[in-house]
């Protein structure tokens, strides 16, 4: 399902979400959490719902870019399919609603991972809802596990990850370890933020 609301847009990107949240969920989230991201009524917004979405999604652009560099579209040798290209743009990936739905994400990725030779994705984003987990008193680590595998699995779409935020309130244990761990296995996350913290910086480790 692909829901498109566009005006004139004040940055020089689009913004394009695959969740399986609702409108309203998402957008009521992203208003909490701390991206560096200027969402406006003047943003052009892609809501998608799934890999596969997203997959048709980047091949649409491939398609209309010809060679030249789109605001969201790809920077490659020759634009017509967007191999070794970077696709710009803001890429929010949120998970809600128990692990039904990140076990079809994964798996939709492990199905692409052969097919598909794209570009990759610049600036990602990704949240990770308390709600992902229904049981209280979860280990943290476990979450990160979780974490490790979805970035592991969707890795071949993706070039930089500005942030990783997770809805950690719930969840019981260590949390610096598992977050070294974590980013010693993609030093492309530049940034991780617990809603238990205000912010939390990888060059240091540091909560502050």
């Known amino acids: 399902m692909i829901q498109k609301f566009t005006c004139v847009p004040k940055s020089n990107y689009d913004i394009t979400i695959i969740s399986n949240g609702t409108i309203s969920q998402i957008q009521s989230k992203l208003l909490e959490i701390q991206f560096d991201i200027e969402i406006n009524q003047c943003s052009n917004i892609t809501y998608l719902n799934s890999i596969s979405n997203l997959i048709g999604f980047l091949k649409s652009k491939n398609d209309g870019v010809n060679g030249s560099n789109g605001s969201n579209g790809v920077n490659g040798s020759n634009g017509s399919n967007g191999v070794n290209g970077i696709y710009y743009g803001k ?85 610096r370890i598992c977050i070294q761990y974590l980013i010693r296995n993609y030093p492309n996350i530049e940034k991780v933020n617990l809603s238990s913290h205000s912010n939390l910086l990888m060059n240091d480790m540091i909560f502050t």
């Open 91 to 175: 890429f929010i990936f949120m998970f809600f609603n128990n692990m039904e739905y990140i076990q079809k994400f994964l798996i939709e990725c492990i199905d692409y991972y052969h097919k598909e030779k794209l570009g990759k994705l610049d600036n990602v984003y990704f949240y990770f809802d308390s709600s992902v987990i229904d049981t209280e008193d979860f280990p943290f680590v476990t979450i990160v596990n979780i974490i490790n595998d979805i970035i592991k699995k969707v890795n071949f779409l993706v070039n930089n990850i500005k942030n990783v935020f997770i809805d950690d309130l719930q969840f019981d244990g260590e949390r």
